[in-house]
T-cell receptor, first 112, second 112 residues
Framework: GENVEQHPSTLSVQEGDSAVIKCTYS??????FPWYKQELGKGPQLIID?????GEKKDQRIAVTLNKTAKHFSLHITETQPEDSAVYFC???????????FGTGTRLKVLA | GAGVSQSPSNKVTEKGKDVELRCDPI?????LYWYRQSLGQGLEFLIY????????KSGLPSDRFSAERTGGSVSTLTIQRTQQEDSAVYLC??????????FGPGTRLTVT
C-alpha cells in the first residue's frame, strides 16, 4: 500500500541555523503534499503545502521542494528560532482520493 | 473565527467501558476526518465524512469503533468495550475541499 517515509526522526539545530526534513512517498499518483507542525498538547497545524505541478514553494523562512521523479519532498526552515521547536509531519494525498498518508514525524529542537 | 473543537480534552476510562468523543468542525466545512495518534507515532486514518455521501470507514481498526456525523456538522466517535491498546490521542480535522485540513486539539484517551 501507499507509504510515506520521513527522516530524520529527531533533529537538533542551533538557533539561526537551517533545518531540513525529508520525505519519500511510494504512490506516483500522489499530487498534494502538506506539512504540519504539531506543538505539545495541540493538534497539527498546516504550515505549508505544495501541489505536484510546482517544484518549490516558499513562505518567509519556510520552503518546500518537490522532486516528482524521485518521489521526494522536503521542508526547509531557515534562520531557525526556539519557537520552531515542535514535531513536523509530512503527508501525501493521491489525486481523486481524500485519504492522506502521513509520515512518522520529526521532532525538531532549536537550541538557543 | 472558531476552529475545530473536540471534547473532552482528556478521557480516562476503565477497560471494557464505552466512550464517546465529540468533534465540532469549522462551520461550512463539508469534509470531516478522524485520526488516531499513538504515542510518538504518525497519524492513522480512521474514517472520513464528505457531505451527504456514505462515509469511508476503511480505517476503523475493529467493529468496536464507529462514528456518526449528524446534520453534516458535529461528529461522534464511539469506542465500545475499550481496550488498553485504544489509548491514544484522537484527532478530528475538517476541510472545505480535500486540501487544507484544519485539526482540532485532540482528545487524549487513556484506558486503564
Amino acid at each position: 500500500g501507499e507509504n510515506v517515509e520521513q527522516h530524520p526522526s529527531t533533529l537538533s539545530v542551533q538557533e539561526g541555523d537551517s533545518a531540513v526534513i525529508k520525505c519519500t512517498y511510494s504512490d506516483s499518483a500522489s499530487n498534494y503534499f502538506p506539512w504540519y507542525k504539531q506543538e505539545l498538547g495541540k493538534g497539527p497545524q498546516l504550515i505549508i503545502d505544495i501541489r505536484s505541478n510546482v517544484g518549490e514553494k516558499k513562505d518567509q523562512r519556510i520552503a518546500v521542494t518537490l522532486n516528482k521523479t524521485a518521489k521526494h519532498f522536503s521542508l526547509h526552515i531557515t534562520e531557525t528560532q526556539p519557537e520552531d521547536s515542535a514535531v513536523y509531519f509530512c503527508a501525501a494525498r493521491t489525486e481523486g482520493t481524500y485519504k492522506y498518508i502521513f509520515g512518522t514525524g520529526t521532532r525538531l529542537k532549536v537550541l538557543a | 473565527g472558531a476552529g475545530v473543537s473536540q471534547s473532552p480534552s482528556n478521557k480516562v476510562t476503565e477497560k471494557g467501558k464505552d466512550v464517546e468523543l465529540r468533534c465540532d468542525p469549522i462551520s461550512g466545512h463539508t469534509a470531516l476526518y478522524w485520526y488516531r495518534q499513538s504515542l510518538g507515532q504518525g497519524l492513522e486514518f480512521l474514517i472520513y465524512f464528505q457531505g451527504n455521501s456514505a462515509p469511508d470507514k476503511s480505517g476503523l481498526p475493529s467493529d468496536r469503533f464507529s462514528a456518526e456525523r449528524t446534520g453534516g456538522s458535529v461528529s461522534t466517535l464511539t469506542i465500545q468495550r475499550t481496550q488498553q491498546e485504544d489509548s491514544a490521542v484522537y484527532l478530528c480535522a475538517s476541510s472545505v475541499q480535500v486540501y487544507e485540513q484544519y485539526f482540532g486539539p485532540g482528545t487524549r484517551l487513556t484506558v486503564t
